[in-house]
């Protein structure tokens, strides 16, 4: 659906705080963070891709990524493996992620790791 974005521009700096506070944590206590950012069905919809949300939040990915210390950010919005009707595989009721998507999931952690 379209609407109006519940997001903006001044919304980063507060993603980026946030995501550096869990990184923190991490840090500190000598953990591995994974954020993982699973794709959506309707995705490969160029619209979608290249929403004002996901332009925002590429922003503060963007500047989260130069900062991070402990966090590995898995990004999988705009990853052709996983987007079209035909990758229907890694979708569970077409939203949700299935558990094929979270086969894929455990190896790159595991890669990472």
């Known amino acids: 659906t379209t609407g109006r974005p519940l997001i ?13 506070f869990i990184d923190k944590i991490a840090e500190k206590r000598g953990l591995k963070h994974v954020l993982i950012i699973p794709p959506v069905y309707e995705s490969l919809n160029k619209e979608r891709m290249t929403s004002s949300s996901n332009i925002i939040l ?7 990524n130069q900062i991070s210390k402990a966090t ?7 990853d052709a493996r996983f987007l079209g009707r035909d990758k229907e595989i890694f979708y569970y009721h077409f939203d949700h992620p299935s558990p094929k998507y979270g086969e894929v999931i455990f190896n790159e952690i595991k890669k990472l790791l």
């Open 8 to 20: 903006s521009e001044a919304n980063i700096p507060e993603i980026v705080y946030s995501l550096k």
């Open 58 to 64: 590429d922003k503060a990915l963007k500047k989260f």
């Open 72 to 78: 590995y950010v898995i990004d999988h919005r705009r």
